[in-house]
């Protein structure tokens, strides 16, 4: 049994009043570990009709599923979680970005998004129109963003590591949708990671609820008009929570709390004591999710909406930067007579032989980037090497030539280890040259295909162990 701080206990036991036992009593049993499907690639019936893990769905999420215990492969191990379908999440963590309302177009900000469990949902909602920002401001973490961006196969990404003050004055009034999933004391997580309550006494509530106060008015600063702003943690604490809400409303008369889409599981925010009713009220609609009310660990999410529209808004354009022209060399035009994406809307850039393919016409500031847009591969003299996130972005109809394994062909694991495959000739539409390996439908990486012999060129970073 974990050992609790006392004074956790303590304002636990004001918080939740009579429920405080019946909390405490979810301590003693199991854990249920989800997956949150990535619908950029699938939809939540192709799921159900080859899942391996069961298909109890989390209740209040379109595309979240419990793990059935009984699973056994781990899924984190099997070849689809390397094809991308899916984010491995306690299921109340995926609450937030499902009550954002993400809308085609959108220029989307994720403030604080490593490693990425939101963030690949935002970016999955997007459905490749607009772009998604995500920003972390430990570069390691960043990085590790990164690769769940690519896995999931969102093309129209930047990925940032850069302190919010500076993304702040870079973006003022630009985004019309952000997600900030503040650092935060992690009370809600106890159960999942023990550690977090040793740390609790370090830093309590009260260390992150400045911080917290701080990322809400930058994120408040750089909504447009118009634009939706969600606001969440993994705490129970209402310092870090209704205050920091309560905070933003007493500075910014523009910001107001909105019901996002409910559930019967859901508690309302807590009133405070020294507030308005009409603040009250507002954060009534904030949401609570405790593990003794629903099936999930704990979470706060509020839903904020900055009042008016912008100016350019209201007349349905978004800004629109000088469209660039990039002559590309010929054995990136000869390789892209293989791939059929839509590269209309966005431009090409080279960087130190680098070929990126950069999402809207928008013109973006000098920042610390680890990708802007979607990496396509290297010219290395007078060939093309494209690269796993350009793998990933692609389906089998949208490339010219296709290996198809199954999840049980011994090929596949050998494919994902960075193994040479043998393919018989009659497999691919074509039977030499750069070929999409494929598990049941969904790209794993590329291989070069000659007299029946795949040279593996799947990112060694990412193989299977
Ligand atoms: C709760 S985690 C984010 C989890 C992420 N949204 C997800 O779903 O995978 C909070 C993140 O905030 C970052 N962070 C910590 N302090 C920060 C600050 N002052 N400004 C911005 N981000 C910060 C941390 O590096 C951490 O990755």
Redo the contacts with the bound molecule.
């Keep these: 049994m974990i050992k609790l701080p006392k004074d956790y206990e303590e304002e636990m036991r004001g918080l939740l009043g009579q429920e405080f036992e019946a909390y405490l009593k979810t301590y003693e049993q199991p854990l249920r570990q989800g997956m949150r499907v990535n619908t950029y690639k699938l939809t939540k019936e192709k799921w159900e009709s080859m899942t391996p893990f069961g298909k109890e769905q989390v209740p209040w999420i379109e595309n979240g599923y419990y793990i059935d215990r009984e699973s056994s492969q781990p899924p984190s191990r099997h070849p689809y979680y390397f094809a991308g379908l899916y984010y491995l ?1 306690e299921p109340s ?1 995926m609450t ?2 499902s009550r954002l309302p993400v809308e085609a177009g959108d220029y989307v900000l ?10 690949t949902e935002l970016g999955a909602k997007l459905k490749g129109t607009g772009f998604l920002l995500a ?4 570069n390691s ?2 990085k590790a ?1 990164l690769k ?1 961006l690519e896995l999931a196969g969102i093309p129209n990404i930047y990925v940032t590591s850069e ?2 003050e500076k993304l702040t004055r870079q973006f003022p009034e630009f985004f019309h949708k952000i ?1 900030i ?4 004391s ?1 009370e809600g997580m106890f159960h999942k990671e023990p550690k977090m309550a040793e740390y609790w006494e370090e830093k309590p509530p009260a260390y992150y609820a400045e ?1 917290q106060k ?2 809400l008015e930058q994120g408040a600063q750089m909504l447009r008009p118009g634009g939706m702003l969600l606001y ?3 705490t129970f604490s209402k310092k870090e929570n209704e205050e920091v809400i309560a905070h933003l409303l007493s500075r910014r008369e523009d910001m107001e709390v909105v019901t996002p889409v409910w559930y019967e599981g859901f508690v309302h925010g807590f009133p405070l004591e020294e507030v308005s009713e009409e603040v009250n009220r507002q954060l009534a609609s904030c949401i609570r999710i405790f593990p003794h009310r629903m099936p999930g660990e704990g979470h706060f999410a509020a839903l904020l909406r900055k009042k008016g529209l912008k100016e350019e808004d209201r007349n349905g354009a978004k800004a629109a930067g000088e469209k660039k022209k990039t002559d590309l060399p010929a054995c990136v035009e000869e390789f892209l007579k293989l791939v059929s994406l839509d590269f209309n809307k966005g431009r090409f850039q080279i960087e130190k032989d680098r070929l990126y393919f950069l999402p809207e016409e928008v013109q973006m500031p000098r920042l610390r980037y680890l990708r802007t847009g979607l990496y396509l591969g290297d010219i290395k003299k007078n060939r093309f090497e494209p690269s796993q996130a350009l793998a990933m972005a692609l389906s089998p109809e949208t490339f010219a030539s296709c290996i198809w394994l199954s999840g049980d062909d011994v090929r596949t694991v050998k494919y994902l280890k960075g193994e040479t495959i043998e393919v018989s000739e009659q497999e691919p539409a074509q039977a030499k040259g750069w070929q999409l390996v494929c598990v049941d439908g969904f790209p794993l990486g590329f291989g070069k295909l000659d007299r029946g012999i795949l040279k593996n060129k799947y990112y060694a970073g990412w193989r299977l162990q």
């Design positions: 999440q963590a937030p970005a994720d403030l604080c998004a490593a490693p990425g469990g939101k963030a920003n972390d401001i430990s973490r960043a963003l769940n302190d919010p997600l999933d503040a650092p935060c992690g911080i701080k990322l969440s943690t993994c």
